[in-house]
């Protein structure tokens, strides 16, 4: 099975550029995050017509996640990240897809530090380890600092420096025994000012996690 990951970054704006990875791609489930638009907005026919099943939960111009499944249609399990009634946050969607349950979620962003947004990222990370302690098999996304890949004076004061987010992180991952599919390091976010992105002075923000045993089987 090929899974794959799309931060699409508004899914209506730019579905050529989904539609165009699908057929050459060819995944057999794409994981989208920050769709950015309202479930009635989701271009399902479009979708379908290029040959992919899928579930969505959806939020105006922020946030969003779906799941896409080649040739087949994702049975739901969960659209909100267990552990909190009150979250009304499109972060979160879960689903089996032929026998092998997989999620994908946008993770809250934290900023500014201290503060209330903080305090909420803390407490769903705390939720998103319980969650997945309770399931088997699982494909994710999550952000975190990694020391080296921007110049830490420019990042320091960000979430992505921060010394109370990067455990909650290694707790997940470590304590519940997932592991990075990815065999070598690499980028997966360039800011738009200083020509980052010509300089190709990335960021890594963005994970793939497996269970044990799912990662025995990936290549």
Known sequence: MKIATFNINNVNKRLANLL??????RPDVA?????????SEFPVAAIGKAGYGAIWRGQKSWNGVAILARDGEPIVTHTVLPGDLADTQSRYIEAAVNGVLIATLYAPNGNPQ???KF???LAWM???TNHAAELYALDLQCRAYRRG?????????????????????????TKAGWTPSERAPMYTFWDYKRNRWQ??????IDH???NPKAAERAS
């Open 119 to 121: 305090k909420n990222k």
């Open 208 to 210: 793939v996690l497996l």
């Open 149 to 173: 890949y921007l110049p830490y004076e420019v990042l320091r004061k960000t979430r992505f420096c921060s010394r109370r987010a990067a455990p909650c992180f290694g707790a997940f991952s």
């Open 20 to 25: 165009d990875w699908l057929r050459t791609a």
């Open 126 to 128: 705390r939720r998103l």
């Open 31 to 39: 994981c989208l995050q920050e769709l950015k638009a309202t479930d």
């Open 199 to 204: 300089r190709d002075a990335g960021l890594r």
């Open 114 to 116: 201290p503060g209330p």
